[in-house]
Nanobody, 124 residues
Framework: VQLQASGGGLVQAGDSPRLSCAASGGTFKNYNMAWFRQAPGKEREFVAVDVWGGRGTDYADAVKGRFTISRDNAKNTVYLQMNSLKPEDTAVYYC??????????????????WGPGTQVTVSS
């Protein structure tokens, strides 16, 4: 499986863009899918995870209530709807596939396939 994220760019604070992550060369319907982000000078951090089979979602506290992760298995695509963006949301956003469906994790080491990332820059 290969992942490709899109939808980033320069946005204004308060905007609501949606990121997409398309998979090719396979399916992720039986795996958990997550978004991470990395701001300049900071470590990569967990943003959201969608558990396979509609078993639920989880979010980082910093984005809870503002971001929504979802997937369309028929389109092999995962989405991250971002609302009420803040300048501190500026980062490169990565989508990732879990190593194991049985583990729901916020740790990047539990994900084995990553997309190249898409830059989101939020201006105030």
């Amino acid at each position: 499986v290969q992942l490709q994220a899109s939808g980033g760019g320069l946005v204004q604070a308060g905007d609501s863009p949606r990121l997409s992550c398309a998979a090719s060369g396979g399916t992720f319907k039986n795996y958990n899918m997550a978004w991470f982000r990395q701001a300049p000078g900071k470590e990569r951090e967990f943003v959201a995870v969608d558990v396979w089979g509609g078993r639920g979602t989880d979010y980082a506290d910093a984005v809870k209530g503002r971001f929504t992760i979802s997937r369309d298995n028929a389109k092999n695509t995962v989405y991250l709807q971002m609302n009420s963006l803040k300048p501190e949301d500026t980062a490169v956003y990565y989508c990732a596939k879990s190593r194991r469906a049985t583990i729901v994790s916020k740790e990047s080491t539990e994900y084995d396939v990553w997309g190249p990332g898409t830059q989101v820059t939020v201006s105030s």
